[in-house]
């Protein structure tokens, strides 16, 4: 499929610097877009017109993007957002889990929220958020409630963004991805254990970056301009498979 993007398009990508991120900002950019790419992590790829190093938490990080969008030609028209927190901590150790819950949904959650709410203020309609949840919002695994929740309220976010948001020409959808094969899950993805859970998708084989990219690459585009408040699973049939 062709994916229709005019001419001077701006996409901000938050989360750009690794994995799904990554492939999002060489995906938009291969499409015509100009990426501002935003991580804690400096390395980029050379798809990423302009790096902005820092949390994506801190409100002086987001203001340092859009001050790079203002001097930009073009149209500000996509906001991705894809910064996580994601440890792994039982329930049942309160204290650290509390604090944990708090960092996760700062970044997950009211991250997104003031990200979101921010390009609403510079990006005119039609133009498109997309938030990258997990099937963690709709499978757990254990010790792993922090990031499950936040992915879940992110879910949640993305519907109420999608309904306040629509009337100014701004959609709003999240995808779902499944087990992907980024390289902080290689040590998980290379094991037998993995391999065997790949067996176990009805597509037998693991996800890729890429394949996440190009959904997110259609919600971003115009193609997609009546898609408003959904979130696509990306995980090759997994979650639909009894186990």
């Known amino acids: 499929m062709t994916i229709t993007v005019p001419d001077e398009r701006i996409a901000v990508v938050v989360g750009a610097a690794r994995g799904i991120g990554a492939a999002v900002a060489v995906e938009l950019s291969r ?3 100009t990426v501002v790419g935003v991580d804690v992590h400096p390395e980029m790829s050379s798809a990423v017109a302009v790096p902005v190093v820092g949390d994506a938490a801190d409100p002086g ?8 969008v203002a001097d930009l030609p073009g149209r500000l028209d996509a906001l991705v957002y894809l910064a996580f927190v994601q440890e ?3 329930i049942a150790d309160a204290g650290r889990t509390v604090e944990l819950w708090r960092r996760t949904s700062e970044v997950i959650v009211a991250g997104a929220l003031g990200w979101a709410g921010e390009f609403a ?4 309609g039609p133009a498109s958020i997309v938030l990258v949840s997990s099937v ?3 499978r757990v695994a254990p010790e792993e409630s922090a990031y499950a929740a936040a992915k879940a309220a992110l879910e949640s976010l993305c519907r109420s963004l999608a309904v306040e948001l629509g009337g100014s020409g701004i959609r709003c959808n999240a995808v779902a991805p499944g087990f992907i094969a980024v390289e902080r899950n290689r040590p998980s ?10 067996r176990r998708n009805p597509l037998g084989r693991l996800g890729q970056p890429e394949d996440v990219a190009r959904v997110v690459t259609f919600l971003a585009s115009e193609d997609a301009g009546f898609v408003n408040g959904t979130c696509l699973v990306v995980d090759g049939g997994w979650s639909a498979r009894l186990s």
């Open 121 to 124: 203020e510079h990006a005119s």
């Open 189 to 198: 993805w290379e094991s037998e254990r993995t391999t065997g859970e790949s």
């Open 31 to 33: 499409h015509g877009r």
């Open 88 to 90: 792994r901590t039982p």
């Open 61 to 68: 990080t987001r203001a340092a993007a859009f001050d790079a």
């Open 136 to 138: 963690h919002a709709h």
